[in-house]
């Protein structure tokens, strides 16, 4: 008897699998971001530290879809 087994009457449905991400799959991401920002022309005063968190967090994103 398994004990992480769940009874056969309790009635839930498997959760979705995760995709695993691999080496190519962020290698894409970032080249896809890196291409954006060479796409836009560069502030006047520079990149700042804001600009680069809200670059991380859009490639945090976007590997999260990729997961599922």
């Known amino acids: 008897m398994d004990p992480f087994e769940l009874h056969p009457e309790v009635l839930i449905k498997p959760g979705k699998e995760k995709k695993d991400l691999t080496f190519e799959k962020i290698s894409s991401i970032i080249e896809n971001k890196i291409a954006e920002v060479r796409g836009k022309q ?24 990729e997961c599922r």
């Open 42 to 65: 560069t502030p006047r005063w520079g990149y700042t530290s804001r600009d680069m968190v809200a670059l991380l967090k859009s490639v945090k994103t976007e590997m999260g879809k």
